[in-house]
């Protein structure tokens, strides 16, 4: 097991790609919690008109910061994927919270799972008790009730960089809000790519997500509509009437829209997603349409 060193003079073993914009953002990074590991860096990629400078908690030997004056999460998680150098990468956030015993998990699990191009962990929450399953498993037949958070993926660089990217049309900034890291991961696996869960906890994020924070507006079922029109070419409709129902306690709650409109948007996302044409071309980075 690998310890926690000030020198950081072993080689580079994994980047923490971050994603964050604007001055609160960077800001909020500066407040967390970035252990230092051997053999660990953090590489950030900070969208910023440059009217902000880095704060002193982040000038670290541990931390490389990259400016852009781009717009959109997946754009920035793009950025960061084009200009990683470790071996292993694992997705991150300006306000995920990491420990030391979190990142060496990370790390030992790739170095004992060599088959493995991608891996995908747990986080620990304040907020929600999302399930996970109780042991590993394949990302190709997971548990009914699973899904995977962008926090909790980690891939090997050689296995997609330069191959596979985040669709900008999906995420905070586009057309769709959220949802990258559903179409990400379909696109790994269905490019031969290996993957694999593990129940081991490797970082802490207490606030709610975007989806979670955009119940009642139209875009999360329509972008739903146009990633399981993605995810699920043949079955979606049928899908679409499931999730409804199961729409209807909460809706009863007042805390989602009736179950005609989340159809109704539901279908107007696979509609959009089909008149711009977000999957039709190999390179899924290019942008369609921003709204």
């Known amino acids: 097991m690998r310890e926690k060193m000030e020198d950081h003079n072993e080689p ?52 490389k910061i990259i400016k852009t004056d781009t717009k959109g999460l997946s754009i920035n998680r793009n950025n960061a994927i084009s200009h990683a150098e470790a071996p292993v990468l694992l997705i991150g956030d300006d306000d995920v919270e990491y420990s030391q015993e979190g990142l060496l998990n990370v790390v030992d699990s790739f170095e004992r799972n060599r088959d493995c191009d991608i891996i995908t962990f747990r986080y620990v929450s304040s907020y929600n ?40 049309n999906f995420g905070i900034g586009a057309m769709f809000p959220s949802g990258e890291e559903d179409i990400f ?53 049928l899908r679409m009437i499931a999730h409804a129902l199961r729409e209807i306690p909460l809706w009863m709650k007042g805390i989602t829209p009736n179950p005609v409109s989340y159809c109704h948007n539901w279908i107007k996302g696979a509609a959009k997603a089909t008149k711009y044409k977000v999957f039709n071309t190999q390179d899924s980075r290019k942008r369609k349409c921003q709204e």
């Open 12 to 63: 580079l073993f994994m980047e923490v790609l971050i994603s964050t914009y604007g001055e609160d953002g960077i800001r909020r990074l500066a407040s967390g919690k970035h252990p230092r590991v051997d053999g660990v860096r953090y590489l950030v990629s900070w969208q910023t008109d440059g009217g902000c400078p880095i704060p002193n908690e982040l000038q670290r030997t541990d931390f």
């Open 129 to 168: 008790e999302k399930f996970f399953p109780d042991a590993p498993c394949s990302l190709n037949t997971p548990p009914k009730g699973y899904f995977v958070s962008s926090i909790e993926i980690a891939f090997r660089k050689d296995s997609v960089k330069g191959k596979i990217w985040f669709n900008e």
């Open 185 to 237: 991961l379909h696109d790994c696996l269905d490019r031969g790519l290996k993957g694999q869960f593990l129940p081991l906890t490797i970082a802490r994020h207490d606030d709610p997500t975007t989806s979670e924070r955009n119940l009642m507006l139209p875009s999360r079922p329509q972008t739903k509509g146009a990633v399981f029109m993605r995810l699920h070419p043949y079955s979606w409709p």
